[in-house]
């Protein structure tokens, strides 16, 4: 489904790199995600508000691609970048 970058970033570098395309990038949501949110209670705006304040963890490989957990004390979505200029948003939860 998704090709993703082919080398994992450090959570630091996809922090730096994640704000740089929400400004001048392109972010989609896969349809999963945008169920989760609704089921939660919350839109794109709130993944966005995650993904520009949260903590970052380290990549790991999953379905295909490198994944990056991002989240606040309550909530978090998985991102995947697709490349230097978009990301994906593969899911999101709050925390109960």
């Known amino acids: 489904m998704m090709a993703g970058m082919k080398a994992p970033l450090a ?3 996809a922090r730096k790199l994640a704000r740089v395309i ?3 990038g392109k972010v989609a949501f896969t349809s999963h995600c945008m169920k989760e949110l609704a ?3 919350k839109d794109a705006v709130d993944a966005i508000n995650v993904i520009r304040g949260g903590a970052y963890q380290e990549a790991e490989w999953e379905n295909g691609g ?3 957990r991002v989240h606040t004390q309550r909530m978090a979505v998985v991102i995947e970048f697709e490349t230097e200029a978009e990301l994906i948003v593969v899911t999101s939860f709050v925390f109960k």
Request: proline share 0%; hydrophobic share 35%.
């Open 11 to 13: 959570a630091t570098e």
């Open 39 to 41: 089921k939660d209670g």
């Open 66 to 68: 490198w994944r990056h």
């Open 22 to 24: 929400l400004v001048h």
